[in-house]
């Protein structure tokens, strides 16, 4: 009679046991992800999130602008001219315009231009940290503390996505290859208006 208590209650442990082990084992999983998974997560979703078609520089084919693969997420290249701007298109309630890369645009804020996304040091996101990165892309300001991020980035619904997620894009972006481009400053409206 003891001898059966004592098995049952040992069964019991043991089972108990087992379901806390696998619990712990289900939570690891869907938490943590390799170094190799996060790197595949974010350039899955910087695909998703359309981030070359303003970020990279394009080449033109038969069917239209694609990305230049050479300089994938560099920003606005710095030596490239802006075409003349008549800028009576651009008032209020006219027209937002945007240069045959997509890189650099035209609206009443003035004229902005892409973000050099690699990690080059002094031109690029090289000097910033997983926060600096999450806080501009919740708060919608330069590095998480400056001035207004300006359209047409799409900062607020992109700054919707979760930790895990924004995260991964940051880390895919640190592993790109590194690329001096440096992009200018924004213009404002009444400097763009007076012809630059
Ligand atoms: C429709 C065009 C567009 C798309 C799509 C886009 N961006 Fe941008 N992005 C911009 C522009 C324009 C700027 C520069 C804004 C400025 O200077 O205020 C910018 C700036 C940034 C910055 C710099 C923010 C800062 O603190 O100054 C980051 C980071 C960024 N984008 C990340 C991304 C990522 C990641 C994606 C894809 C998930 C993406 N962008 C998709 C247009 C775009």
């Known amino acids: 009679m003891i ?21 712990g084992c289900t939570k690891k999983e869907n938490s943590a992800m390799t170094n190799d998974e996060m790197l595949a997560r974010g350039k899955y979703l910087v695909r998703l ?24 997420l560099s920003g606005h ?33 003035g004229a902005s231009f892409t973000a050099n996304l690699t990690p080059d040091e002094p031109t690029g996101i090289g000097t910033w940290t997983e926060d600096v990165f999450i806080n501009s892309l919740r708060t919608g300001k330069h590095m998480g503390v400056g001035r207004p991020i300006l359209p047409p980035m799409p900062w607020a619904d992109i700054g919707k ?22 992009v200018p400053s924004p213009i404002p409206p009444n400097k763009l208006m007076a012809g630059k």
């Not at 001898?3 to 619990?23: E, G, P, R």
């Not at 996505?161 to 440096?182: G, H, Q, V």
Request: aromatic share 10%.
């Open 3 to 23: 001898y059966k208590a004592v098995t049952s209650s040992i069964l019991v442990l043991l089972f108990t046991a087992l379901i806390i082990v696998q619990a």
């Open 49 to 72: 999130g359309g981030c070359n078609d303003c970020h990279s520089p394009k080449i033109y084919t038969a069917y239209g602008p694609v990305a230049d693969t050479t300089r994938l």
């Open 77 to 109: 290249p710095e030596d490239l001219a802006l075409p003349k701007i008549d800028t009576s298109m651009i008032q209020p309630g006219m027209w937002v315009m945007g240069n045959s890369h997509f890189t650099a645009w035209v609206g009443p804020w």
């Open 161 to 182: 996505t979760s930790d895990e997620d924004l995260k991964a894009i940051f880390a895919y972006l640190k592993s790109l290859p590194p690329i001096r481009n440096a």
